[in-house]
């Protein structure tokens, strides 16, 4: 027969003509190969992490994976669906609790996840969450510590090589650098519960991530100053809030090594402009807008915050301006009606040359856009 039909096998008799289609029908399933216990079929653009099973095909059974076959595998799902962690995360742990069943076991656990979530790029954050979750639900807590403490006492273990690691070669800063990142992002997300309070923070990765502040601030080449940049913008606003209510003021401390860098290292232009801006972060208070209304004696030269909620214009070439210019800006702001768009930010068009003049049809749907944007925002 031709393979696009169904063919049944020859050793089979084949349906008498003269049977009904009720004894026809009887025929075919006597003679079909499909199994009631066959497993059930689910199509691929439909499945999630639970159907991602380990089986032995030429065997006929499904095979159990190893411990870290299992969080390679749900790592990896989590990594390209991340949006997937709430719907996962239960049977994931579940799974988990069922295996873990000795200390050794919990403490290969924990080095798994470790190391994923410190090699894996942007895996930082899920990881992090992850870590907090298990930290709570993970049932088995034998005397050397529980999954939470075994994950700091894993990180110190770094902590206490950052000399080393700073100063290394390019593959072990590189390592050093997603670890002072991660361990940023676990601050973040780690929740200590104590009793009925609110969960705090890990106070002891505090303390550890002013250290490795100053650790790479001390060795002042271009990586290690990016990733202070990345930890700061990631985490500076909850540190120097933290530090602040502690009477502490570790954030000055922090920025002066920074303006030390500026004068004094010889770092590329690129990374001093980004110090620059960092600078300019923090002075804003991390980008943070308050509502309330600016005092009356403010000025630019004693509120650094004095332009943040004043319009910002672009000119034709995309080029942005603000009051903080003040001679131009005051004209165009007088000579012409800009645009409105919500959060206070304004864009206007009317800048550009008659070359560059908006269609009609754009223009009116860009005008409604802001006329309904400004709308909402007033409600």
């Not at 075994?150 to 997603?178: I, W």
């Not at 990765?205 to 502040?213: E, Q």
Request: aromatic share 8%; hydrophobic share 30%.
């Amino acid at each position: 027969c031709q393979s696009s039909s169904i063919c049944l096998p020859e050793s089979r008799s084949p349906i008498p003509s003269g049977h009904n289609s009720s004894t026809a029908a009887d025929t075919l399933v006597k003679i079909s190969k499909l199994s009631a216990a066959a497993p059930e079929f689910v199509p691929g653009c439909c499945s999630s992490f639970q159907d991602d099973v380990y089986s032995d095909e030429s065997e006929g059974y499904y095979a159990e994976p190893s411990l870290a076959d299992f969080v390679q595998e749900f790592v990896s799902h989590l990594n390209s669906s991340p949006g997937s962690f709430e719907s996962e995360i239960d049977y994931i742990t579940d799974m988990l609790n069922s295996c873990i069943t000795t200390e050794e076991i919990l403490q290969e656990l924990v080095e798994l996840i470790y190391v994923q979530s410190t090699s894996i790029p942007n895996f930082a954050y899920t990881g992090a969450r992850l870590c907090n979750h298990l930290s709570h639900h993970i049932r088995l807590s034998p005397a050397s510590g529980n999954f939470r403490q075994l994950l700091l006492q894993r990180c110190r273990t770094e902590y206490e090589q950052r000399e080393q690691a700073v100063r290394g070669d390019p593959d072990t800063q590189k390592r050093f650098h997603s670890y002072v990142l991660f361990l940023g992002e676990l601050y973040l997300n780690l929740e200590i519960k104590s009793g009925k309070d609110t969960p705090g923070r890990a106070n002891i990765l505090l303390g550890a991530l002013k250290d490795l502040l100053n650790t790479l601030c001390s060795h002042p080449d271009d990586p290690n100053l990016m990733c202070a940049i990345k930890l700061l913008k990631l985490s500076g606003s909850i540190l120097e809030d933290t530090w602040k209510e502690k009477g502490q003021s570790d954030m000055d401390e922090v920025i002066k090594k920074i303006e030390d860098v500026l004068l004094d290292a010889k770092c590329s232009r690129d990374v001093k402009q980004m110090l620059l801006k960092l600078v300019e972060l923090r002075s804003s208070n991390w980008g943070r807008v308050h509502t309330a209304a600016v005092s009356s004696d403010a000025t630019p030269d004693n509120d650094p915050n004095y332009f943040m909620n004043e319009p910002t214009f672009y000119t034709a070439d995309g080029t942005p301006f603000t009051a903080a210019d003040p001679g131009e800006y005051r004209q165009r702001l007088q000579n012409k009606l800009p645009y409105t768009c919500n959060e206070g930010m304004l864009l206007c068009f009317s800048f550009c040359s008659d070359e560059d003049e908006m269609d009609p049809e754009i223009e009116e749907a860009f005008e409604r856009f802001c006329m309904e944007s400004d709308a909402r925002r007033k409600k």
